[in-house]
């Protein structure tokens, strides 16, 4: 019993370290103060004013392209690439596996500065496509450690008796290896798309001037101040991605349920 | 024999070639500048300059903020992953959800969140007023910085540890206490030893975010707290010393390396630890 409390006000502060930071920010969403150390009563106004700002909604727009962009490309190659990796022999495996884990071990730093080190040595500009690259880049790893598990399970019998069977090899991938691969697929590619989302580090060595993400304008306002309307734009993307993840939980517990009857 | 070697291995071509052009060529180009000065001849004074007393302060201060924040983080953790691991959800993904879920929230806005929960008159404080309780002073101190560490990072040391003491067989652990082990002997002799691979990616995945991050010192530190990531951003972005500034990741690159190779030593070829 005594064991039992404990452990419930255990999960409770860890739940309060990991939350108290958004429900701070939802809270200052509706603050009709300008400043973050005052309450100045309930409003509504920043989420008004948030679609009236042109420069935070490029952004926002700049910030999910680019994230469903580096996962979806990222997620193309990194599957393929499990593919063709897993047929390999054990030598050129590891060592390729070896040198994936390269930028999911070294620092963000070091990744961002050489990638700009390179684009600046090879005379490509600072812009949209090189921080599509540096995404695409640090998600395709994730790809692989999702995927590849899945490859391996799959095993390469069921594929040769589709061949066998008279399945052409892209038939049979269709219909034989996707379907067994595909939650770590969708993993990957939930997991590329959350990463590409928060980043900050890479995509402000390789950006150049002109354009923003949503990190690199927040951290451009960050002397100035934060706009209130920011508080308001994560409030509004926080909460969608709660409602759709439980939706998206949900569902095929309610098929299950229907189903069963 | 070609054309099979070609048919065979074709698929994984797209990433062989990016894995060559985007991580192998950009790690040797910053090697490049790191030996070299700005007329292109070889020179270690880049990487001398670490013994500096300005670098050294921050590499220094930098080492010891992140072992700081890296021990909490361990000890924070494996009581969570225990807990998690008792608490039998069988939906893993549930626990994943409530680890990953805050990463939608934008990860600047969140720690400067913690500057408004931590300030002087911040929420925090009030709180600890309404309770007679003394005030807490640490934003803008080293102290508020391993606390963003530790808020940001723990994530990443949690979710290893709880995947592989989820795959403890328990009939292990069973046999363990028939054999006359009490709980405590259980967790020495068992289910700490075999949860070492999980500690290990854990620690990689706190330690080296927190050597090199140059963000968290900059908000939660007031700007006046240097980390070794912290000069190493300016010197690319203000200084416009990229050889210098080379140099000294290189520096860190001996960290991370060092971060490696004790990472394969212990978790021989396995890497699925860190998902």
Known sequence: MMKKSLRNIYLALI?????APIITLMVLSFNASKSRAKWGGFT????????????????????LLLAFLSAFIATIIGTAACIGINRMKKGPQSIIMGITNIPLLNAEIVTGISFMLMFIAFDISLGFNTVLIGHISFNIPYVILSVMPKVKQTGKSSYEAALDLGATPIYAFWKVILPDILPGILSGFLLSFTMSLDDFIITYFTKGRGINTLSTKIYSEVKKGIKPEMYALSTLLFLSVLILLILVNRLPKAKEKINNK | MNKTFFKKYFISGPYLFWMIAFTIIPICLVIYYGLTDKSGTFTLQNIMSITTPEHFKALWLSLLLSLASTVICLLLAYPLAMILKGLSVNKNSFIVFIFILPMWMNFLLRTLAWQTILEKNGVLNTLLEI???PSLNIINTPYAIIFGM???????????????????????????KDLGANSVQTFF?????????????????????SLTTFVISNLLGGGKIYLIGNIIEQEFTTAYNWHLGSGLSMVLMVFILLNMILTFKFDKGEGGAVL
């Open chain 2, 189 to 209: 002799k068992i289910i700490f030893p075999l949860s070492i691979p999980g500690v290990i990616s854990g620690i990689t995945m706190v330690f080296i975010p």
């Open chain 2, 150 to 176: 530790v808020y940001n990072f723990l994530p990443f040391m949690v979710l290893p540890i709880y995947n592989v003491l989820i795959k403890i067989d328990d009939n292990v652990i069973h046999a363990a």
């Open chain 2, 131 to 133: 309770l007679h309780l």
């Open chain 1, 15 to 19: 739940f309060i370290l990991l939350y």
């Open chain 1, 44 to 63: 509504f106004k920043w989420y008004i004013e948030l679609f009236q700002n042109q420069a935070i909604m490029e952004s926002l727009y700049l910030t």
